[in-house]
């Protein structure tokens, strides 16, 4: 029988077994070769060699960092019941695959447990406010914490990171609404002082008004005595007393405001009957009243001097 034939079955069958002993190992990944049911090795990524029968792939480790998301509800110290979102990132050490591998059942349960844990003493310390303010705070606790517990098992814990806190619905709903309240209140005030400073504006230009109006006012009374006074003097100068004069500037002002009122087409104007006699007898009346209270200043005048000489 030709020797062929036998050789071409045995290559066949080495083919198979290296194609079985084959295996390749990724990036960043670790595969536990056991033999026989015993750790035997530990490979590295690239191409690797098993026996096959004798040697079996136990397990595959990542060495990637992994991140664990945990829901913890616990209670603050005024009594309100949150729920924080922890996130813990976390890897396997190169030189601690073993131990990562065979000393822990599950790694997501024992590091949920710490992390119940830690948040669970720290939080009812706080008030609800204080937790937000502080979860920082809580994060580098439950790092410290699952960072000895877990090291001893092969595990680094790279970061632990409060990324919620979720109180009660009707908590939020409180919370809402008294930042509502505080809001309207400093608008109030700011409207208030918007309103008071407005006031005082508007005040203090009437109050300017006024007073210009007052000084234009007292500017025209002046300009008005010092037209009578020269009236008066030229009067004087022409044989009529001051009396007599003053009555007859009355009397001239009283037409001439008549006259003004006549000029306006939606006035109407009425006149009384009188007597042609009637001015004489305004003017007279005018001059005697102005020679009484003359006579009434002069007499008040020398009772106060005898009082002030007494």
Do not use: W
């Amino acid at each position: 029988m030709p020797i062929g034939v036998f050789i071409i079955p045995i290559i066949f069958l080495c083919l198979v077994i290296l194609g079985l002993g084959l295996f390749i190992v990724k990036q960043q990944t670790n595969v536990i070769v056991e033999r026989f049911g015993r750790f035997h090795s530990i490979r590295q990524s690239g191409l690797n060699l098993k026996i096959p029968v004798f040697d079996t792939i136990a397990g595959r480790v990542s060495l990637k960092i992994q991140q664990l998301d945990v829901i913890v509800e616990t209670k603050t110290f005024d009594d309100v019941f949150v729920k924080l979102k922890v996130s813990v990132q976390y890897k396997i050490l190169p030189d601690a695959v073993y131990d990562a591998f065979y000393k822990l059942e599950n790694p997501h349960d024992q590091i949920t447990s710490y992390v119940f844990d830690t948040v669970r003493a720290e939080v009812p310390k706080l008030k609800l406010d204080d937790v937000f303010v502080r979860k920082d705070d809580i994060a580098v606790a439950i790092k410290n914490e699952i960072s000895d517990a877990m090291e001893t098992y092969g595990y680094q814990i790279v970061k632990a990171l409060v990324t919620d806190i979720d109180p009660d619905q009707a908590v939020k709903n409180a919370m809402n609404r008294i930042n509502a309240a505080e809001r309207e209140k400093t608008a109030a005030e700011y409207e208030g002082e918007a309103e008071r400073i407005k006031i005082v504006a508007k005040a203090t230009a009437e109050a300017e008004s006024k007073r210009l109006q007052g000084r234009g006012i007292a500017d025209q009374r002046r300009e008005i005595a010092r037209g009578i006074e020269e009236s008066v003097e030229v009067l004087n100068q022409v044989g009529i007393n001051s009396q007599e004069a003053s009555a007859l500037i009355v009397v001239t002002q009283h037409y001439d405001t008549l006259q003004a009122m006549g000029e306006n087409v939606n006035s109407n104007l009425i006149l009384l009957p009188n007597s042609p006699t009637q001015a004489s007898d305004m003017l007279s009346s005018m001059v005697t009243s102005f020679a009484a209270s003359q006579q009434m200043g002069e007499a008040m005048k020398q009772k106060t001097l005898g009082k002030q000489k007494k």
